[in-house]
Structure formats: C-alpha cells, structure tokens
C-alpha cells in the first residue's frame, strides 16, 4: 500500500491532434513509480456524455483548458494526495464524487479522465507490468479487430458527406499485424482510385480521405471497389463498418441527408440503410438513428442485428445503465467504449462489462480529437474487448494505437489470439 500511494499529481496543457488544448495529467506515486494520460475530445458528441471543462471567450476559439488544468492542480490533487492508486475503482469514486455533478461540468470531464487514466498508468507501472497485462491480471485475452476509417465525413469532414465514418474490418485475417497488413493495402486502392476518378480531397479530421463524392452511397461503391482492387473477396474476407452518427444530422423521425438532397423519416432512413446492407458487404452500423430515437434503434436492431453488427455510441454513451436498458429492448447489440465519455476508467469498464453481459459486441473507442496517448490499445486488449475503433491508417496519432497494439500481439507470441469473426455479436 505505501508504495501505490499518490506522492503527486499535476496537470499541463498539451495539443490535440486538431491543435486544440487538452489536458495531461502526470501521476507519482510513493514508491517512484508514476503514470501519465492525455484527455481526448470529440466532435460528434452525445447528449449524455460527460462535459469537458473549456475556457470559453475568444482564445482558441474558447477552447482553452486552464481552468480543467487548474481543477486538476488544485481540488483534485489535494483531493487525491494519499490515496491509493491500485485501487482504481475507490479513485474514481471520489472523482466522481469529488465533482459532484452529473456530466462532470464543474471539474471538468477532461480533467478528470486524464487524472483517472494517469493513476492507472501508474499504478501498472508500480506492478511492473505493461498496462494491458496489469488490467488482465494474466486471466484471457484477445487481440482486437480492427474497425479503420478510410473515408471521414460528417463532423469530422465540414459534413462532405453525410455519413461519418466509412470504416473496413478485416475479420478473416488470422492477426492484428495482418489486419493491418490488408488495410493498408485497401487504403492505398482506395487512394489510387480517388485520384483517378478526380475525387480526392484530402483527409478528413481522423485522417481517412476527405471524400468528393455526389452521393453517399458513392463511398460505399469505391470502397468494395478498392477492397477488390487490393484482392479481397468483400463479405468473406473484409467488411464494411459504418458510423452513420445520425444525430448530426437529424432526430427521431427526421433526417436531413444534405448531400443526397433528401429528407427521411424514421423508417425511410432504415429503409435506405437497409437498402446498403443488401447490397454492400456490410458487418457493423454505428449509430443508424438519433440518439434519442429508441423506437428506431429497436426496429433497425431488430430488422438487421441477427446479420449486421448494431453498435450504440452517442445512443448509448458508455454508460452501463444505459446499454442494460437497450439490451432488454433489443435497441443494439454492441457498445463503443470511450474512456472520456463516460467519464472514469472505472465507470468506462462497467459499460463494457454490461455490454458482455447481454452478450453485446464491445469496442474501445479513440475520439475524433487525440493524441500520442495509446491507452485504448491497452483497455481494448486487457479488457478483452474484441474490437478497437482508432480511425483511419494515417496521421501518427492513430498509428500509434495501431503500432502499440502490434507489439503487444508480439509480446503475448504464440499465446495470441487474435479475435476475428468472434468479435462480432451475431457470429457468436
Ligand atoms: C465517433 C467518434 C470517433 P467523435 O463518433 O465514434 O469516430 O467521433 O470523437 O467526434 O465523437
Ligand atoms: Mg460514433
């Protein structure tokens, strides 16, 4: 117990992946072990996720941490001073406790997802254990499908397209290195054929290719299009995955599809939907309706979740009460799990492990705004999640959460498993 005592805990402003502020925090220990975490920050966020504390005003857009850095030099490391870092679920308790509010405004969600991720950093480091290996406690573990963008739209592309993220699992791959192996080449199909066609307009905020396509479905064309071109058989071997993120743009019971040029009611927008997964080798739809929209959670779940994977983010902002509520309505059969939206790496955990329960596919999650931070590779193995989503296969801050994980499928040699088709609900 001495030596997994909290001796210090600071926080610094750092730069995102979008040159915004976010906050770090660096936790030392009694025992001279010490850990350290970046916040992350997303665009498409739900309505009930726990709420970064900003600076407001005109500086950075009133993006600025100082009063989150300051919430973590002031109440929470006074606060924190002493206790025991192994015990993770007692810090995050008094964090939570500590802030007082239900979507954590008053510290600040940054703040605090940054401390309570710096202390398990640290307390993996005073078990001399990499963190996976410190959060699996040696019991089973599989290497995560990858789920990786190669088209970003909406929030994350000015809403280019309306459809946010255009993703490929390779789930017949037999390893991660694999996995990434095939994504590569699929990426680099797809980019020769967007220069040909004329199409290319850069990448997006995640660092998949900004697309210039007429029409939604247009992405989901050039993408079977260059999984074949990279000589992959669509379905059998490399599926799509889509974060359709439809609150951005609409909500229960009507869906503007801007560049389509229509609008769509509940059913329409199922409809529509399903009219991509009978056509295009569909595995997994993120998000299909509004976050508010329960009925059309429940007739698209229950219209395509014994063939399609049906996965819960802004619907279910990993809070585990929530995924038991749509578990017992049959509203999804998958959960994102993002450390910062729920709020705590204990509170994070319990999503994830209600989402087992019901027998839900569970994905660790990055946000569309990161950093050099590989803490989800971490949780995505040590938790056994099955599924990690980092975002595209450029920009480093995403390749550093695909590398880690490649090391840690070294590290674990012969024992690794890689997760593959078991990592979806419906192939259970
Ligand atoms: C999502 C994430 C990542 P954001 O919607 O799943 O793509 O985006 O971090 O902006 O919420
Ligand atoms: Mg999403």
Same mark, same amino acid.
């Given at each position: 117990?001495?030596?997994?005592?909290?001796?210090?805990?600071?926080?610094?402003?750092?730069?995102?992946?979008?040159?915004?502020?976010?906050?770090?925090?660096?936790?030392?220990?009694?025992?001279?072990?010490?850990?350290?975490?970046?916040?992350?920050?997303?665009?498409?966020?739900?309505?009930?996720?726990?709420?970064?504390?900003?600076?407001?005003?005109?500086?950075?857009? $009133?993006?600025?941490? =100082?009063?989150?850095?300051?919430?973590?030099?002031?109440?929470?490391?006074?606060?924190?001073?002493?206790?025991?870092?192994?015990?993770?679920?007692?810090?995050?308790?008094?964090?939570?406790?500590?802030?007082?509010? #239900?979507?954590?405004?008053?510290?600040?969600?940054?703040?605090?997802?940054?401390?309570?991720?710096?202390?398990?950093?640290?307390?993996?480091?005073?078990?001399?254990?990499?963190?996976?290996?410190?959060?699996?406690?040696?019991?089973?573990?599989?290497?995560?499908?990858?789920?990786?963008?190669?088209?970003?739209?909406?929030?994350?592309?000015?809403?280019?397209?309306?459809?946010?993220?255009?993703?490929?699992?390779?789930?017949?791959?037999?390893? @991660?290195?694999?996995?990434? #192996?095939?994504?590569?080449?699929? *990426?680099?199909?797809?980019?020769?054929?967007?220069?040909?066609?004329?199409?290319? !307009?850069?990448?997006?905020? #995640?660092?998949?290719?900004?697309?210039?396509?007429?029409?939604?479905?247009?992405?989901?064309?050039?993408?079977?299009?260059?999984?074949?071109?990279? !000589?992959?058989?669509?379905? =059998?071997?490399? $599926?799509?995955?889509?974060?359709?993120?439809?609150?951005?743009?609409?909500?229960?019971?009507?869906?503007?599809?801007?560049?389509?040029?229509?609008?769509?009611?509940? %059913?329409?927008?199922?409809?529509?939907?399903?009219?991509?997964? %009978?056509? *295009?080798?569909?595995?997994?739809?993120?998000?299909?309706?509004?976050?508010?929209?329960?009925? !059309?959670?429940?007739? @698209?779940?229950?219209?395509?979740?014994?063939?399609?994977?049906?996965?819960?983010?802004? *619907?279910?902002?990993?809070?585990?009460?929530?995924?038991?509520?749509?578990?017992?309505?049959?509203?999804?059969?998958?959960?994102?799990?993002?450390?910062?939206?729920?709020?705590?790496?204990?509170?994070?955990?319990?999503?994830?492990?209600?989402?087992?329960?019901?027998?839900?596919?569970?994905?660790?999650?990055?946000?569309?705004?990161?950093?050099?931070?590989?803490?989800?590779?971490?949780?995505?193995?040590?938790?056994?999640?099955?599924?990690?989503?980092?975002?595209? @296969?450029?920009?480093?801050?995403?390749?550093?959460?695909?590398?880690?994980?490649?090391?840690?499928? #070294?590290?674990?040699?012969?024992?690794?498993?890689?997760? !593959?088709?078991?990592?979806?609900? *419906?192939?259970?």
């Amino acid at each position: 117990m001495t030596d997994t005592r909290i001796a210090r805990l600071y926080g610094r402003r750092v730069w995102d992946s979008r040159g915004r502020p976010t906050v770090e925090v660096e936790a030392h220990l009694e025992g001279g072990a010490a850990g350290r975490a970046i916040a992350p920050a997303g665009a498409s966020t739900g309505r009930g996720e726990a709420l970064d504390l900003r600076d407001g005003g005109s500086r950075f857009g $009133g993006l600025g941490v =100082d009063r989150a850095v300051g919430s973590v030099n002031g109440e929470i490391a006074s606060a924190l001073l002493g206790q025991d870092a192994a015990d993770q679920e007692s810090v995050d308790t008094l964090l939570v406790k500590l802030d007082g509010t #239900e979507d954590r405004s008053r510290l600040g969600g940054n703040a605090i997802v940054a401390t309570s991720m710096a202390i398990l950093h640290a307390a993996a480091a005073a078990s001399k254990k990499p963190l996976w290996l410190h959060l699996s406690g040696g019991g089973p573990v599989r290497i995560p499908l990858p789920e990786i963008q190669i088209f970003g739209g909406g929030a994350h592309a000015d809403r280019r397209v309306d459809v946010q993220d255009f993703m490929v699992m390779c789930p017949a791959a037999t390893s @991660f290195a694999e996995a990434l #192996e095939w994504t590569a080449e699929i *990426y680099r199909a797809t980019g020769s054929l967007m220069r040909k066609a004329g199409k290319s !307009g850069g990448v997006a905020d #995640e660092g998949g290719f900004w697309p210039d396509f007429d029409s939604n479905e247009e992405a989901l064309e050039t993408l079977t299009r260059a999984i074949e071109a990279a !000589g992959f058989r669509p379905s =059998d071997q490399v $599926g799509i995955s889509l974060d359709v993120a439809a609150s951005q743009f609409g909500d229960a019971g009507r869906y503007r599809l801007a560049l389509d040029n229509r609008t769509l009611d509940t %059913e329409r927008l199922i409809d529509l939907l399903g009219s991509w997964i %009978e056509k *295009y080798p569909i595995l997994s739809v993120e998000d299909p309706v509004g976050e508010n929209d329960h009925d !059309g959670m429940r007739e @698209f779940t229950h219209r395509y979740g014994n063939r399609c994977q049906v996965i819960g983010d802004d *619907y279910l902002v990993t809070d585990a009460r929530r995924v038991e509520a749509a578990a017992a309505a049959h509203a999804a059969n998958a959960v994102l799990v993002k450390p910062n939206q729920a709020g705590t790496v204990t509170e994070a955990l319990a999503a994830l492990q209600a989402g087992k329960k019901a027998g839900f596919g569970t994905i660790v999650s990055a946000r569309s705004g990161e950093s050099e931070d590989v803490t989800i590779a971490h949780l995505s193995v040590g938790w056994d999640a099955g599924q990690l989503k980092v975002g595209s @296969f450029t920009r480093s801050e995403r390749m550093a959460k695909w590398n880690e994980v490649l090391r840690i499928e #070294e590290a674990l040699g012969t024992t690794a498993e890689f997760s !593959g088709w078991s990592a979806l609900p *419906y192939h259970a």
